[in-house]
């Protein structure tokens, strides 16, 4: 058996750019839009999803989320050592008097 392997195409950032303003700015359908540049729908449907996903909030590089590993445990490690001395506080209050 052999098999045949499709190389897939890829698509510059404009024309990927240009096509979701298509959608997004001129008003054409998904439809509409894949038929005039010779692509298929799921294509402007995955490029958009991609574009709604760095544009928010939500999505995070590798150094904001490595950042982020790295200041939830500080967190964690601080919120130990506050609650520690929070007792150690009380403990040495309450045998002081």
């Not at 449907?45 to 574009?51: N, R, S, T, V």
């Amino acid at each position: 058996m052999s098999e045949t392997k499709t190389a897939r195409k890829v698509y510059p950032a404009e024309f990927k750019k240009e096509t979701l303003a298509l959608v997004n700015e001129q008003g054409y359908t998904v439809k509409e839009a894949a038929e005039a540049v010779g692509i298929q729908e799921q294509l402007i449907y995955k490029w958009q999803k991609a574009l709604d996903a760095t544009a928010s909030d939500d999505a995070l590089n590798e150094s904001e989320r490595q950042e982020l590993v790295k200041l939830r445990k500080e967190n964690k490690r601080l919120k130990t050592e506050h609650e520690i001395l929070k007792k150690a506080s009380a403990f040495f209050a309450k045998h002081m008097k």
